[in-house]
Protein backbone atom coordinates (compact mmCIF):
# COMPACT_ATOMS: atom_id res chain seq x y z
CA UNK A 1 0.00 0.00 0.00
CA UNK A 2 1.41 3.61 -1.01
CA UNK A 3 0.40 7.23 -0.07
CA UNK A 4 -1.09 7.42 -3.97
CA UNK A 5 -4.62 8.57 -3.65
CA UNK A 6 -4.89 8.65 -7.63
CA UNK A 7 -5.32 5.38 -8.74
CA UNK A 8 -6.06 6.28 -12.54
CA UNK A 9 -4.87 8.72 -15.26
CA UNK A 10 -6.89 9.87 -18.22
CA UNK A 11 -6.82 11.87 -21.26
CA UNK A 12 -9.51 12.16 -24.18
CA UNK A 13 -9.14 13.99 -27.86
CA UNK A 14 -10.62 14.13 -30.40
CA UNK A 15 -8.48 13.49 -33.43
CA UNK A 16 -9.19 14.39 -37.17
CA UNK A 17 -8.27 11.49 -38.48
CA UNK A 18 -10.08 7.88 -39.44
CA UNK A 19 -10.20 5.49 -36.25
CA UNK A 20 -8.97 2.67 -38.65
CA UNK A 21 -5.70 5.03 -39.33
CA UNK A 22 -5.39 5.82 -35.48
CA UNK A 23 -5.53 2.44 -34.48
CA UNK A 24 -2.91 0.98 -36.66
CA UNK A 25 -0.78 4.32 -35.04
CA UNK A 26 -1.03 2.65 -32.19
CA UNK A 27 -1.18 -0.83 -32.43
CA UNK A 28 1.40 -1.91 -35.60
CA UNK A 29 4.76 -1.64 -34.26
CA UNK A 30 5.88 -0.23 -37.35
CA UNK A 31 3.66 2.97 -36.60
CA UNK A 32 3.97 3.26 -33.49
CA UNK A 33 7.42 4.28 -34.24
CA UNK A 34 6.40 7.54 -35.86
CA UNK A 35 5.44 9.04 -31.96
CA UNK A 36 6.35 6.70 -29.16
CA UNK A 37 8.93 4.42 -28.92
CA UNK A 38 12.02 4.49 -31.58
CA UNK A 39 11.89 0.41 -31.75
CA UNK A 40 9.88 -2.25 -31.13
CA UNK A 41 11.09 -5.95 -30.97
CA UNK A 42 8.33 -8.20 -31.19
CA UNK A 43 4.67 -7.90 -32.84
CA UNK A 44 2.47 -6.70 -30.35
CA UNK A 45 0.43 -8.99 -30.81
CA UNK A 46 -2.59 -10.41 -27.88
CA UNK A 47 -1.19 -12.27 -25.33
CA UNK A 48 2.62 -11.73 -25.96
CA UNK A 49 5.31 -9.94 -24.76
CA UNK A 50 7.13 -7.10 -26.89
CA UNK A 51 9.58 -4.75 -25.84
CA UNK A 52 9.80 -0.56 -26.50
CA UNK A 53 12.88 0.98 -27.17
CA UNK A 54 13.37 4.52 -26.09
CA UNK A 55 16.36 4.75 -26.90
CA UNK A 56 18.60 6.96 -24.39
CA UNK A 57 15.62 7.04 -22.01
CA UNK A 58 16.14 3.09 -22.00
CA UNK A 59 13.57 -0.42 -22.66
CA UNK A 60 10.40 -1.44 -21.46
CA UNK A 61 9.02 -4.62 -21.91
CA UNK A 62 5.23 -4.64 -22.58
CA UNK A 63 1.94 -7.49 -22.20
CA UNK A 64 -0.44 -6.76 -24.67
CA UNK A 65 -3.85 -7.83 -23.49
CA UNK A 66 -6.10 -6.73 -25.97
CA UNK A 67 -5.77 -5.88 -29.56
CA UNK A 68 -9.13 -5.55 -31.37
CA UNK A 69 -8.91 -3.51 -34.80
CA UNK A 70 -9.92 -0.85 -34.83
CA UNK A 71 -11.84 -0.19 -30.93
CA UNK A 72 -9.49 -1.16 -28.23
CA UNK A 73 -5.26 -1.50 -27.34
CA UNK A 74 -4.24 -2.38 -24.40
CA UNK A 75 -1.49 -3.28 -22.75
CA UNK A 76 0.05 -3.77 -19.26
CA UNK A 77 4.05 -2.40 -18.28
CA UNK A 78 6.04 -1.50 -15.44
CA UNK A 79 5.00 2.38 -14.90
CA UNK A 80 6.46 4.61 -17.62
CA UNK A 81 8.98 6.48 -15.51
CA UNK A 82 11.43 3.51 -15.23
CA UNK A 83 12.78 1.35 -17.91
CA UNK A 84 12.16 -2.97 -16.82
CA UNK A 85 12.40 -5.62 -19.81
CA UNK A 86 11.48 -8.05 -17.39
CA UNK A 87 7.95 -9.73 -17.48
CA UNK A 88 5.61 -6.46 -16.52
CA UNK A 89 2.94 -9.31 -15.49
CA UNK A 90 5.10 -10.80 -12.76
CA UNK A 91 5.89 -7.54 -10.68
CA UNK A 92 3.38 -4.25 -9.69
CA UNK A 93 1.85 -2.83 -13.26
CA UNK A 94 -0.48 -0.23 -14.95
CA UNK A 95 -2.77 -1.15 -17.48
CA UNK A 96 -3.15 1.10 -20.40
CA UNK A 97 -6.16 1.39 -22.23
CA UNK A 98 -6.69 3.46 -26.11
CA UNK A 99 -10.29 3.36 -26.76
CA UNK A 100 -11.96 4.56 -30.09
CA UNK A 101 -15.32 5.75 -30.99
CA UNK A 102 -16.09 7.29 -34.50
CA UNK A 103 -17.13 10.83 -34.15
CA UNK A 104 -18.44 13.40 -36.46
CA UNK A 105 -14.69 15.36 -36.49
CA UNK A 106 -12.82 12.34 -37.09
CA UNK A 107 -11.91 9.71 -34.07
CA UNK A 108 -12.29 10.71 -30.37
CA UNK A 109 -9.62 8.77 -28.15
CA UNK A 110 -9.43 8.07 -24.49
CA UNK A 111 -6.48 7.41 -23.29
CA UNK A 112 -6.55 5.45 -19.44
CA UNK A 113 -3.67 4.35 -17.31
CA UNK A 114 -5.09 2.61 -14.30
CA UNK A 115 -2.99 0.67 -11.23
CA UNK A 116 -1.22 3.48 -9.46
CA UNK A 117 -3.07 3.27 -6.15
CA UNK A 118 -1.79 -0.15 -5.87
CA UNK A 119 2.02 0.19 -6.61
CA UNK A 120 4.35 -0.29 -3.94
CA UNK A 121 5.95 3.22 -2.61
CA UNK A 122 9.18 1.55 -2.87
CA UNK A 123 8.58 1.41 -6.85
CA UNK A 124 7.36 4.91 -7.41
CA UNK A 125 10.68 5.95 -5.15
CA UNK A 126 13.24 3.65 -7.12
CA UNK A 127 11.64 5.36 -10.19
CA UNK A 128 11.90 8.80 -9.50
CA UNK A 129 15.30 8.76 -8.42
CA UNK A 130 16.62 6.34 -11.04
CA UNK A 131 15.57 8.88 -13.31
CA UNK A 132 15.85 12.26 -11.57
CA UNK A 133 19.67 13.02 -10.80
CA UNK A 134 19.72 14.28 -7.72
CA UNK A 135 16.11 12.97 -6.04
CA UNK A 136 17.52 10.63 -3.76
CA UNK A 137 20.32 12.96 -2.58
CA UNK A 138 17.48 15.70 -2.06
CA UNK A 139 15.14 13.52 -0.26
CA UNK A 140 17.46 12.03 1.86
CA UNK A 141 18.69 15.55 2.84
CA UNK A 142 14.86 16.66 3.91
CA UNK A 143 14.61 13.37 5.86
CA UNK A 144 18.10 13.81 7.68
CA UNK A 145 16.49 17.59 8.75
CA UNK A 146 12.85 16.98 9.36
CA UNK A 147 14.01 13.92 11.74
CA UNK A 148 16.65 16.17 13.24
CA UNK B 1 19.49 12.11 -18.76
CA UNK B 2 15.35 13.02 -18.31
CA UNK B 3 14.80 16.44 -18.34
CA UNK B 4 12.82 17.59 -14.95
CA UNK B 5 9.44 18.91 -15.18
CA UNK B 6 8.98 21.98 -14.10
CA UNK B 7 7.89 21.53 -11.11
CA UNK B 8 10.46 18.87 -9.82
CA UNK B 9 13.04 21.89 -10.81
CA UNK B 10 11.58 24.17 -8.85
CA UNK B 11 11.62 22.33 -5.73
CA UNK B 12 14.95 20.78 -6.46
CA UNK B 13 16.46 24.70 -6.43
CA UNK B 14 14.40 25.51 -3.21
CA UNK B 15 15.59 22.87 -1.45
CA UNK B 16 19.25 22.95 -2.35
CA UNK B 17 20.21 25.94 -0.16
CA UNK B 18 21.23 25.70 4.03
CA UNK B 19 18.82 28.36 4.41
CA UNK B 20 15.94 27.29 3.19
CA UNK B 21 16.33 23.60 4.15
CA UNK B 22 16.41 25.01 8.11
CA UNK B 23 13.62 27.20 7.70
CA UNK B 24 11.49 23.88 6.48
CA UNK B 25 12.72 22.04 9.09
CA UNK B 26 11.38 24.83 11.76
CA UNK B 27 8.18 24.13 9.90
CA UNK B 28 7.73 20.82 9.90
CA UNK B 29 5.64 20.53 13.23
CA UNK B 30 2.82 21.35 11.23
CA UNK B 31 2.44 24.54 13.16
CA UNK B 32 2.45 27.95 11.53
CA UNK B 33 5.27 30.34 12.71
CA UNK B 34 6.11 33.91 11.83
CA UNK B 35 8.64 34.63 9.81
CA UNK B 36 10.95 36.05 12.34
CA UNK B 37 10.60 33.08 14.00
CA UNK B 38 11.28 31.27 11.06
CA UNK B 39 14.38 32.71 9.79
CA UNK B 40 15.70 34.19 13.04
CA UNK B 41 19.77 32.76 13.99
CA UNK B 42 20.20 31.95 10.38
CA UNK B 43 22.50 35.19 9.68
CA UNK B 44 20.36 36.39 6.89
CA UNK B 45 18.69 40.23 6.77
CA UNK B 46 14.69 40.31 6.54
CA UNK B 47 15.20 41.23 3.03
CA UNK B 48 17.34 37.79 2.71
CA UNK B 49 14.64 36.03 4.62
CA UNK B 50 11.49 37.40 2.28
CA UNK B 51 13.41 36.25 -0.60
CA UNK B 52 13.90 33.12 0.47
CA UNK B 53 10.37 32.51 1.89
CA UNK B 54 9.33 33.61 -2.10
CA UNK B 55 11.67 30.82 -3.13
CA UNK B 56 9.77 28.48 -0.87
CA UNK B 57 6.15 30.00 -1.62
CA UNK B 58 7.02 29.58 -5.62
CA UNK B 59 7.78 26.03 -4.87
CA UNK B 60 4.34 25.50 -3.22
CA UNK B 61 6.29 24.06 -0.16
CA UNK B 62 5.30 26.94 2.18
CA UNK B 63 2.67 29.15 1.96
CA UNK B 64 2.14 32.86 3.78
CA UNK B 65 -0.71 34.32 5.84
CA UNK B 66 -0.64 38.18 6.95
CA UNK B 67 -2.23 38.01 10.60
CA UNK B 68 -2.28 41.10 12.08
CA UNK B 69 1.42 42.88 12.28
CA UNK B 70 3.02 39.27 11.50
CA UNK B 71 3.43 37.45 8.46
CA UNK B 72 2.56 33.52 9.35
CA UNK B 73 4.32 31.05 7.90
CA UNK B 74 2.71 27.80 6.95
CA UNK B 75 4.30 24.32 5.45
CA UNK B 76 2.04 23.30 2.46
CA UNK B 77 4.28 20.43 1.33
CA UNK B 78 2.52 19.09 -1.75
CA UNK B 79 5.36 19.39 -3.85
CA UNK B 80 7.24 16.75 -1.55
CA UNK B 81 4.43 14.96 -1.63
CA UNK B 82 6.10 11.45 -4.06
CA UNK B 83 2.98 10.05 -4.86
CA UNK B 84 1.90 13.37 -6.75
CA UNK B 85 5.04 14.17 -8.31
CA UNK B 86 5.56 10.60 -9.75
CA UNK B 87 1.44 10.97 -10.91
CA UNK B 88 2.03 14.44 -12.74
CA UNK B 89 5.27 13.41 -14.40
CA UNK B 90 3.52 10.14 -15.86
CA UNK B 91 0.93 12.65 -17.20
CA UNK B 92 3.18 15.18 -18.29
CA UNK B 93 4.60 12.29 -20.56
CA UNK B 94 1.31 11.51 -21.90
CA UNK B 95 0.47 14.86 -22.98
CA UNK B 96 3.84 14.73 -25.23
CA UNK B 97 2.88 11.48 -26.45
CA UNK B 98 -0.53 11.96 -27.25
CA UNK B 99 0.64 15.32 -29.11
CA UNK B 100 3.16 13.52 -30.88
CA UNK B 101 0.42 11.11 -31.85
CA UNK B 102 -2.02 13.72 -33.51
CA UNK B 103 0.59 15.29 -35.12
CA UNK B 104 1.33 11.57 -37.15
CA UNK B 105 -2.13 10.99 -37.62
CA UNK B 106 -3.59 13.67 -38.88
CA UNK B 107 -0.75 14.95 -40.86
CA UNK B 108 -1.22 11.75 -43.36
CA UNK B 109 -3.47 13.26 -46.75
Do not use: C
Not at chain 1, 81 to 100: C, H, M, W, Y
Not at chain 2, 55 to 70: F, H, M, N, T, Y
Amino acid sequence: MNTMIQDTIRRELVLRAPKERVFQAIADPTKIVSWFPDRVEGKMAKGERSVFDFSDFGKVAIHVVASDPSDYFAYRWVPSIGASEEDPLKQANTLVEFRLEEVSDGTKLTLTESGFASLPKEVIEKSLSDNNEGWDIMMARLEKYMAA
Amino acid sequence: MMQLDNQMATVFNALGDPARIEMVRRLSSGQPHPISAVSSGLGITRQGARKHLQVLVDARIVSLEPKGRDVYVHLTPESLDVAKVFIAEVERRWDARLDALRRFVENQD
